[in-house]
Structures are given as structure tokens and as C-alpha cells.
Antibody, heavy 121, light 108 residues
Framework: EVQLVESGGDLVQPGRSLRLSCAAS????????MHWVRQAPGKGLEWVSG????????GYADSVKGRFTISRDNAKNSLYLQMHSLRAEDTALYYC??????????????WGQGTLVTVSS | SSELTQDPAVSVALGQTVRITCQGD??????ASWYQQKPGQAPVVVIY???NRPSGIPDRFSGSSSGNTASLTITGAQAEDEADYYC???????????FGGGTKLTVL
């Protein structure tokens, strides 16, 4: 059974940093691209970042480029999102999602339950 | 603003057929995927790629595409299909993804 379990969400002040993690199991992690997708309270889904199986291809939404860094450790079956200079508009539930291909195809067949990031003073 | 455009809300009578659409230039090149999200739950993919339906998704869900428009069709909508539906695809750069704004489906 595929499982994606996010962690690391917290209440943080504007300007601070936070690191999210996603522990994957039930599939061969290094065979697939992975993504972070967020959802602000009462709003729609927003793609944040994606990474190919070998980390050679990485993409970021314009809203987070230069502040967030995605990475993966295939030996640990884990995906990460390092977030810096957090803003109130980054407040959201952050989902980890698995792609159906090793490259960034954008077809997300499994999602975690999300971890909540709240940016507020 | 989103590069994929969806109607904010659609309604369908129980047992009838409904089509939810998604428009965007990137759909001329890339397939759309469709996700169902019920309140308080994570999204679930219902259609991906060229009309691929994951195991466990009822066959009343189907996808199609023409030009810059992708469609999700539910043939014989059930009460449990009431949810928010989102489309997504790669954007024109190929390395970024984009989601539509979502369509709230009400089953009457």
C-alpha cells in the first residue's frame, strides 16, 4: 500500500524558516518524480514544487521561487521542502504527492494527508 | 491567476450525466488529470493521462480532450460524487504544473 506521510508543519512567524518532510512507503521511491502541492484555507490547490526521480529536474511556482528548496533522499525514501522567508500567504496545508512517471509529468496518483503551515505573528 | 480555467460550480440531478470542463493553452500539448476532493480530505485522482482511471475509481468517470479543453464526464452521477473537482497539467514550460481553480459539483 502506497503511503505518503508529511510532517514538519507548525506555527511560525513571518520571515522565519521551516522544513517539511514526506516519508514514502509502499512503492519504489526512486522510480518516480515527486511534488509539493498546497491549499490555503478555503482555497484551491496550488502546485508548489516538483522534482524528478534523480533530482536533475526541479521546478518551482513563481510564488515560492528563491525562497523554497525541494530535495529528496532516495536512500531514505524521503522528500523535503525547505522554506525560508515565510509570508502570511504561505499559510496552507502542504501535500506531498507522487507522480506517475520518473520525470515531471504532473499526473499525481497518490497524495498524503498534508501538514499544516501557519505563518503568523 | 490560474492558467487553467474551470467553472466555479456545476450541478447535476441524481443519475444524470455531467461534464466538467477545463480550458487552457497547455492542454493542446499536455494531458489533463482530474482530482476529486471531499471536505476535510486529501485530493484523489479520478482520471490521469489519456483517460486512465485508477483502480477503485468507478467507470462512470471518464476523461476526454479536444483542442484547449479537457473534460471530465460523470455518467450517472451519484450522491457520493458531490465534491470539488480540480484539473491540472504541465504548463507551457513543461517543468511546472498548474491547477485549475476547481469546480464544486452539487448532486441534486
Amino acid at each position: 500500500e502506497v503511503q505518503l506521510v508529511e510532517s514538519g508543519g507548525d506555527l511560525v512567524q513571518p520571515g522565519r524558516s521551516l522544513r517539511l518532510s514526506c516519508a514514502a512507503s509502499g512503492f519504489t521511491f526512486d522510480d518516480y518524480a515527486m511534488h509539493w502541492v498546497r491549499q490555503a484555507p478555503g482555497k484551491g490547490l496550488e502546485w508548489v514544487s516538483g522534482i524528478s526521480w534523480n533530482s536533475n529536474t526541479i521546478g518551482y511556482a513563481d510564488s515560492v521561487k528563491g525562497r523554497f528548496t525541494i530535495s529528496r533522499d532516495n536512500a531514505k525514501n524521503s522528500l523535503y521542502l525547505q522554506m525560508h522567508s515565510l509570508r502570511a500567504e504561505d499559510t496552507a496545508l502542504y501535500y506531498c504527492a507522487k507522480d506517475v512517471h520518473l520525470a515531471i509529468a504532473g499526473q499525481l496518483d497518490y497524495w498524503g494527508q498534508g501538514t499544516l503551515v501557519t505563518v503568523s505573528s | 491567476s490560474s492558467e487553467l480555467t474551470q467553472d466555479p460550480a456545476v450541478s447535476v440531478a441524481l443519475g444524470q450525466t455531467v461534464r466538467i470542463t477545463c480550458q487552457g493553452d497547455s492542454l493542446r500539448r499536455y494531458y489533463a488529470s482530474w482530482y476529486q476532493q471531499k471536505p476535510g480530505q486529501a485530493p484523489v485522482v479520478v482520471i490521469y493521462g489519456q483517460n486512465n482511471r485508477p483502480s477503485g475509481i468507478p467507470d462512470r468517470f471518464s476523461g476526454s480532450s479536444s483542442g484547449n479543453t479537457a473534460s471530465l464526464t460523470i455518467t450517472g452521477a451519484q450522491a457520493e460524487d458531490e465534491a470539488d473537482y480540480y484539473c491540472n497539467s504541465r504548463d507551457s514550460s513543461g517543468h511546472h504544473l498548474v491547477f485549475g481553480g476547481g469546480t464544486k459539483l452539487t448532486v441534486l
